[in-house]
């Protein structure tokens, strides 16, 4: 089956995160939507319908057909939104679905995707999708497919655990891990409890399975003093060391994470080694959050907490929300965000003794002077060493890609002096 994983305008909603990604690459459980979309079609070729600022940096990322009409039209294909949250288990009348003709899937009644045949394809381009979805769901069958589109970030944390329990369910079988549970103390059933053969564990960690699987990927390690309580999951290579890791938390891979993390989610590469706290927020990759930083959830007075969102305070209903902050953030030693905060990508928090301010740009800093804009092109330069360094993106297409977001001119490539031709000296008589 071929998928196309489509933007729509409300992935600006789940800003800072997908200011530089597609909605589909957001984690929640143990894969990111993307994957558990793929899952649900059986795909085996996955395309996608992005903005075109990310076009290059995701061909080059994925292998994969982006923004091309022709791969698109190719052939029947499923047009699936970036942001739904899809079932683990399709419904058993899908392939009937699929051979009846043209349909839409619907959840929570908004557009999940498009089953479509090649004639109607013709219309479609990042453009146009939105369009041309809105006149096919007034003259297609529509069927209930289950699952939820998600429309903020703190959506993904109240799904997370659950999501958690369902991956394990289909990608983790414990027989298949080596015994290595060897000085780990387990609370609660050991078939909950998945160490990959690959993954080291100090003495001294307590594993409780009691609420929910415990997952430890592929190279990861967990220092002595740490506990993990289910549903976790942390990801391929990533170190953990003498922290708490509470229920409800997905850690990405390659990150080194203390402290204490409850019912959050860490997209990749992010370092929080130190001591702090980390409640119900969203974290995006790279990021760097110094010791003592505490990211707090929960209002003085228990009220439901709003958090800013393009500049609009949007009221959650919820009573825990914490921060989302965008790739390349770094916040200070000692910084206290408030709960509902929105750092921007590549904004810097700088600690003041009181509350940050809930909403920092990207590309700005905020401290005892206020707020400022930063040198842009000096945080590219850092991100660049840093991506090449100890990432396996492809730098070229990724700098591109931060260039464009920050409206910085690509560098003017450097011309050679010309070369002179060699002097020819003649020996005298």
């Given at each position: 089956m071929r998928i196309c994983l489509f933007e729509d305008r409300r992935a600006a909603d789940l800003y800072p995160l997908t200011f530089t990604r597609p909605a589909s690459h957001l984690l929640c459980g143990l894969t990111t939507l993307g994957a558990k979309q793929a899952r649900y079609c059986s795909a085996n070729v996955v395309g996608h319908l992005c903005r075109p600022v990310l076009a290059?940096?995701?061909r080059a990322r994925e292998h994969a057909p982006v923004n091309d009409p022709t791969w698109l039209r190719a052939g029947p294909t499923i047009l699936v939104n970036g942001r739904w949250l899809a079932p683990h288990v399709a419904p058993s009348a899908l392939q009937n679905w699929l051979a009846d003709g043209p349909f839409i899937g619907t959840a929570n009644g908004e557009i999940a995707f498009a089953a479509l045949d090649q004639r109607r394809l013709q219309a479609v381009s990042p453009a146009t999708v939105e369009d041309c979805l809105r006149d096919w769901a007034q003259s297609l069958p529509c069927h209930k497919v289950g699952g939820t589109l998600i429309r903020y970030s703190w959506e993904l944390i109240e799904h997370n655990g659950a999501e958690i329990a369902r991956d394990f369910e289909v990608a983790c079988d414990p027989t298949e891990a080596e015994d290595n549970f060897a000085g780990v103390t387990l609370i609660g059933p050991g078939d909950r409890l998945f160490i990959h053969p690959t993954a080291r564990l100090d003495p001294h960690v307590i594993a409780d399975t009691t609420n929910g699987p415990v997952v430890i990927g592929e190279g990861a390690v967990v220092a002595a003093f740490t506990r993990l309580e289910g549903p976790c999951g942390i990801g391929p290579h990533t170190h953990v060391r003498n922290a708490q890791i509470r229920a409800g938390t997905s850690v990405g891979p390659h990150c080194r994470v203390g402290g204490e993390v409850e019912a959050s989610i860490v997209l990749g590469y992010t370092n929080k080694s130190h001591d702090g706290y980390l409640g119900h927020s969203v974290i995006g990759e790279w990021v760097d959050i110094a010791a003592g930083v505490v990211a707090a959830d929960q209002r003085r007075d228990f009220g439901p907490i709003s958090v800013p969102v393009n500049g609009v305070e949007v009221l959650t209903n919820r009573t825990k929300v914490g921060s989302v902050i965008g790739d390349h953030a770094k916040i200070g030693a000692g910084a206290l965000?408030?709960?509902?905060?929105?750092?921007?990508?590549?904004?810097?928090?700088?600690?003041?003794?009181?509350?940050?301010?809930?909403?920092?740009?990207?590309?700005?800093?905020?401290?005892?002077?206020?707020?400022?804009?930063?040198?842009?092109?000096?945080?590219?330069?850092v991100a660049e060493t840093v991506v090449r360094e100890r990432g396996d993106e492809p730098v070229p297409q990724l700098s591109a890609l931060y260039r464009a977001l920050a409206g910085v001119p690509e560098p003017t490539p450097e011309v050679a002096p010309p070369t002179l031709p060699a002097l020819t000296l003649r020996k005298s008589a």
């Amino acid at each position: 089956m071929r998928i196309c994983l489509f933007e729509d305008r409300r992935a600006a909603d789940l800003y800072p995160l997908t200011f530089t990604r597609p909605a589909s690459h957001l984690l929640c459980g143990l894969t990111t939507l993307g994957a558990k979309q793929a899952r649900y079609c059986s795909a085996n070729v996955v395309g996608h319908l992005c903005r075109p600022v990310l076009a290059e940096w995701l061909r080059a990322r994925e292998h994969a057909p982006v923004n091309d009409p022709t791969w698109l039209r190719a052939g029947p294909t499923i047009l699936v939104n970036g942001r739904w949250l899809a079932p683990h288990v399709a419904p058993s009348a899908l392939q009937n679905w699929l051979a009846d003709g043209p349909f839409i899937g619907t959840a929570n009644g908004e557009i999940a995707f498009a089953a479509l045949d090649q004639r109607r394809l013709q219309a479609v381009s990042p453009a146009t999708v939105e369009d041309c979805l809105r006149d096919w769901a007034q003259s297609l069958p529509c069927h209930k497919v289950g699952g939820t589109l998600i429309r903020y970030s703190w959506e993904l944390i109240e799904h997370n655990g659950a999501e958690i329990a369902r991956d394990f369910e289909v990608a983790c079988d414990p027989t298949e891990a080596e015994d290595n549970f060897a000085g780990v103390t387990l609370i609660g059933p050991g078939d909950r409890l998945f160490i990959h053969p690959t993954a080291r564990l100090d003495p001294h960690v307590i594993a409780d399975t009691t609420n929910g699987p415990v997952v430890i990927g592929e190279g990861a390690v967990v220092a002595a003093f740490t506990r993990l309580e289910g549903p976790c999951g942390i990801g391929p290579h990533t170190h953990v060391r003498n922290a708490q890791i509470r229920a409800g938390t997905s850690v990405g891979p390659h990150c080194r994470v203390g402290g204490e993390v409850e019912a959050s989610i860490v997209l990749g590469y992010t370092n929080k080694s130190h001591d702090g706290y980390l409640g119900h927020s969203v974290i995006g990759e790279w990021v760097d959050i110094a010791a003592g930083v505490v990211a707090a959830d929960q209002r003085r007075d228990f009220g439901p907490i709003s958090v800013p969102v393009n500049g609009v305070e949007v009221l959650t209903n919820r009573t825990k929300v914490g921060s989302v902050i965008g790739d390349h953030a770094k916040i200070g030693a000692g910084a206290l965000l408030n709960c509902g905060s929105s750092i921007g990508a590549f904004a810097q928090v700088l600690p003041t003794g009181t509350l940050a301010p809930r909403e920092v740009p990207a590309f700005h800093e905020v401290g005892p002077d206020g707020l400022k804009p930063l040198d842009v092109t000096q945080l590219l330069a850092v991100a660049e060493t840093v991506v090449r360094e100890r990432g396996d993106e492809p730098v070229p297409q990724l700098s591109a890609l931060y260039r464009a977001l920050a409206g910085v001119p690509e560098p003017t490539p450097e011309v050679a002096p010309p070369t002179l031709p060699a002097l020819t000296l003649r020996k005298s008589a």
